[in-house]
């Protein structure tokens, strides 16, 4: 697993937004704030100058969907978004 590799390497932190850094100092270290779709490679945060891990680029994701669904055969449009509206939708029908 990505997060246990950097871990083990001494990147397995991320950025919190907002302050949440400070009031939740060891938060970005935890499993729960990882990225869920983690950049292949790390690199320098421009805001810290430290190095880590950030997410994939919306648009790779976005590629990655057209990509699928070209190989499924599926013509209808489709996005993330509506991947994401999907999902929630399922959630409140199964209550």
């Given at each position: 697993m990505i997060f246990d590799q950097d871990r083990g390497a001494g990147f397995g932190?991320?950025?919190l937004p907002h302050a949440l850094d400070k009031k939740y100092p060891?938060?970005?270290?935890?499993w729960g704030w990882f990225w869920v779709f983690p950049a292949k490679e790390l690199s320098i945060d421009p805001r810290s100058?430290?190095?880590?891990?950030?997410?994939?680029?919306?648009?790779?994701?976005q590629r990655?969907?057209?990509k699928t669904l070209q190989a499924a055969g599926i013509t209808k449009p489709a996005t993330t978004r509506s991947l994401?509206?999907?999902f929630a939708t399922h959630l409140l029908q199964s209550g």
């Open positions: 932190e991320v950025y060891q938060a970005g270290q935890e100058g430290v190095k880590r891990r950030h997410h994939i680029h919306d648009q790779a994701l990655a969907v057209k994401r509206h999907s």
